[in-house]
């Protein structure tokens, strides 16, 4: 018995001194929830740039992984090759996930960190008399339309986008700084695009912003830190799905949160509704 105990004992402190590291699929800057920083570092031999990253989402998953004794390892990675990276077992999270039946069975959702609202963004005399999706799916529009490839809108718009006469209004951009660049060079003329990542683009100087209004909301969903189920065990879902809920109901959270607040727009943080497999 005496044994025994001794080889739980050791497993139990195998278990625990073991490092977590969460490998976070991570893109360009998407203010305010992620902000990337390139810094050049002289070698001995040449120089070499390196980044880091900051912003809302890096935040807030930081101190999650914190509270479960884990680290965060930031992988490059453009929205639809990180989808395939999950896929394939070699990331554990990805943020701004909106929750579907096709992604729960690759994801667990922990949070929501954020009640999303999509909106197109672009100028009004370029869809006149556009109003909302219904309109154009019956009537289509002149204006062009960028889009990220691999996120998710909605059914509404998916049903669009399925239709081959209104899917010619539309391009599929790679990440989230390259579909601003084309709005704001005038390559297309509108954008789906987070409101609360709006405010913040507009606000930076030298943007020639003038003229871009956010037109109608196209979609609005709460959007979760999506874990892979592949490479995180039900039982470390479970206990990070109870360390949201445990900051959340302290505060820690609103507090991130409340660092990002714009004087002219707020935004809130969700009430906790993690979704784990078990619980579908």
């Not at 390139?38 to 101190?63: C, F, P």
């Not at 809920?245 to 809130?268: H, P």
Request: charged content about 20%; hydrophobic content about 40%; glycine content about 8%.
């Amino acid at each position: 018995m005496k044994l025994f105990l001794v080889a739980i004992t050791c497993l139990l402190l195998s278990f625990s001194s073991q490092s977590c590291i969460l490998r976070m699929g991570i893109e360009t800057s998407f203010a305010p929830y992620i902000l990337q920083k390139t810094e050049s570092i002289q070698t001995t031999k040449h120089q070499q740039n390196t980044d880091s990253w900051s912003g809302l989402n890096v935040e807030l998953l930081a101190r999650l992984a914190k509270e479960v004794g884990c680290t965060l390892e930031f992988i490059h990675s453009p929205w639809l090759r990180s989808l395939k990276l999950i896929e394939q077992g070699e990331l554990d999270v990805l943020s701004h996930l909106s929750y579907n039946a096709e992604r729960s069975q690759h994801f667990a959702f922990i949070g929501p960190h954020q009640q999303e609202v999509i909106y197109l963004v672009g100028k009004t005399e370029s869809f006149p008399g556009l109003t909302s999706l219904a309109q154009l799916k019956s009537s289509g529009t002149s204006g062009i339309i960028a889009l990220l490839n691999g996120a998710y809108y909605g059914d509404e718009l998916d049903s669009i986008l399925n239709d081959a006469k209104n899917r010619t209004g539309f391009v599929f951009i790679r990440g989230n700084e390259d579909k601003q660049a084309l709005l704001l060079n005038g390559r297309v003329h509108g954008v789906l695009e987070d409101i609360v990542a709006y405010h913040y683009w507009k606000k930076q100087a030298g943007l020639p912003t003038v003229g871009l209004e956010p037109l109608f909301e196209v979609y609005q969903s709460p959007v979760f830190f999506g874990f892979n189920r592949l490479t995180l065990s039900p039982e470390r879902l479970e206990q990070l799905a109870q360390a949201w809920q445990r900051l959340y109901d302290n505060g820690e959270l609103s507090l991130i949160v409340k660092k990002y607040q714009l004087t002219d727009f707020q935004f809130s943080l969700p009430a906790p509704a993690s979704r784990l497999p078990s619980g579908e």
